[in-house]
């Protein structure tokens, strides 16, 4: 039995990703009439934070006014997105043993707070880390196994991206992965479930 559950935010527990990516790309394009799959690929677009997505388009570095601009109406469009409709049990499995779910994400941290109290699922989560100060995946991963005291083999990491594969597999953390397009090259050496309601196999 697992005794501390990592859950990414967009494309695991939230059908945001397209909602997320659309309102990047059309804010690039009406304020700096620019296409940013002119200037960067799809595997690039997703490894870059919106920040550094808006830099692409601009000569200066972006200042804290567009940022609050571009957290605001990326924040609005993620609270009407689709939660995964088992988290509930996830989490009512998690609570009964005594499983405790820490929710890491790159979205910006004052951001991914804002919206988890706005969607009311806050409880659910012991830790909610969002990102902050360029930190990745696989530094904070390593930091939760230190606070917990934990060894990997006792944690259980879960995202729908590769890069979420690559930090937990750094930590020598346990994957499981819902599935998208950017685990299928590996999806026969870890599980892949549709939703997170395949995900409490893998805690036992």
Known sequence: MKRILIL???????????????????????????????????FNFHSLTRYELINLAKPSPIESEEKKDIDQIINTQVTKARLDPFLFDLFKYCSKFKIKIYLVSNTPNDSLKMI?????????????????????????????IIDENVQPFNVLSVGDNIQDYFASKINMIPFHGIYSKSL?????????????????????
């Open 8 to 42: 990414d935010f967009d494309g695991t527990i939230i059908d945001s990703n397209f909602i997320k990516e659309n309102a990047i790309v059309e804010y690039i394009k009406e304020k700096y009439r620019l296409n940013i799959f002119k200037v960067i690929d799809n």
């Open 116 to 144: 988890i109290e706005k969607l009311r699922i806050s409880h659910y989560f012991y830790k909610i880390i969002g990102k902050k100060e360029n930190l990745p995946k696989s530094k904070i991963f390593s930091q939760i």
């Open 184 to 204: 299928i090259e590996i999806n026969k050496t870890i599980p892949i479930s549709y939703s997170i309601r395949g995900v409490i196999r893998s805690l036992t």
